[in-house]
């Protein structure tokens, strides 16, 4: 069995969406991240960055934490042996998992924020990170552009990062009724993607948890402590 720890966001995504394919058993457990769960010493033991994704494998003969939704996608993979591509293909199976683990996500993650969650709408850091997040969608945009998946001629766990964030491209660039129609590459392969049985079940997990919505101070306290002084956060 499997413990999954997630909060309905693009990096939990990912990893249900593994789950999904790969029909391993798994149990999904809620951490709601705007109450601050994820802050708690119990989940602190599980993940001491304080952040979901966060699995817990107790099908090994010693149970297994994971943390981090790339390493997550990378251990599932290795002990399912599926959507890891061939051996010819780590090497550029990992650069696409990292580019989108270190770039994509991080840079659509702050064009998040800057443009919905910041109390300020600072030009600069919105002008920085939506560009940043529309020079990645370049990139995997002009790749795309001859193959039907990241790598290979194969469904990988590459795809699986990526359709996490491309998912959310509405909200990472905003003022479009259409964010990917500069993308068309990208478009073609997230439908590709999306069509797919597992990736409905992935969106819909949670839905029968209440998530806490409000954008209150003590939403911005858990999800952002380290906007406020370190020593508030500690105990």
């Given at each position: 069995?499997?413990?999954?720890?997630?909060?309905?966001?693009?990096?939990?995504?990912?990893?249900?969406?593994?789950?999904?394919?790969?029909?391993?058993?798994?149990?999904?457990?809620?951490?709601?991240?705007?109450?601050?769960?994820?802050?708690?010493?119990?989940?602190?033991?599980?993940?001491?960055?304080?952040?979901?994704?966060?699995?817990?494998?107790?099908?090994?003969?010693?149970?297994?934490?994971?943390?981090?939704?790339?390493?997550?996608?990378?251990?599932?993979?290795?002990?399912?042996?599926?959507?890891?591509?061939?051996?010819?293909?780590?090497?550029?199976l990992l650069s696409w998992l990292f580019f989108i683990g270190s770039g994509l996500g991080p840079f659509s993650g702050q064009a998040v924020h800057f443009q919905w969650a910041a109390p300020e709408k600072l030009p600069y850091a919105i002008n920085r990170y939506r560009r940043e997040a529309e020079r990645h969608y370049d990139v995997l945009n002009q790749h795309l552009a001859d193959r039907d998946y990241i790598v290979g001629d194969d469904y990988s766990i590459a795809d699986m990062s990526a359709w996490g964030w491309v998912d959310r491209a509405a909200r990472v660039m905003p003022g479009s009724e259409d964010p990917l129609g500069p993308y068309a590459h990208i478009q073609r392969w997230f439908n590709r993607i999306d069509s797919r049985p597992a990736a409905a079940r992935a969106r819909a997990l949670g839905q029968e948890h209440t998530f806490k919505k409000e954008m209150d101070e003590a939403a911005r306290r858990a999800l952002f402590p380290s906007n406020y002084p370190q020593d508030e956060n500690r105990g």
């Open positions: 069995m499997i413990h999954f720890y997630f909060h309905p966001t693009p990096n939990p995504a990912k990893v249900a969406l593994f789950l999904e394919e790969s029909g391993l058993d798994y149990e999904a457990v809620p951490v709601d991240t705007s109450k601050g769960e994820q802050h708690t010493p119990e989940f602190r033991t599980i993940n001491p960055n304080g952040k979901v994704p966060a699995i817990v494998d107790s099908s090994a003969a010693t149970p297994v934490r994971v943390f981090d939704s790339s390493a997550i996608l990378l251990y599932l993979a290795d002990k399912t042996g599926r959507f890891a591509g061939t051996p010819e293909q780590r090497g550029e």
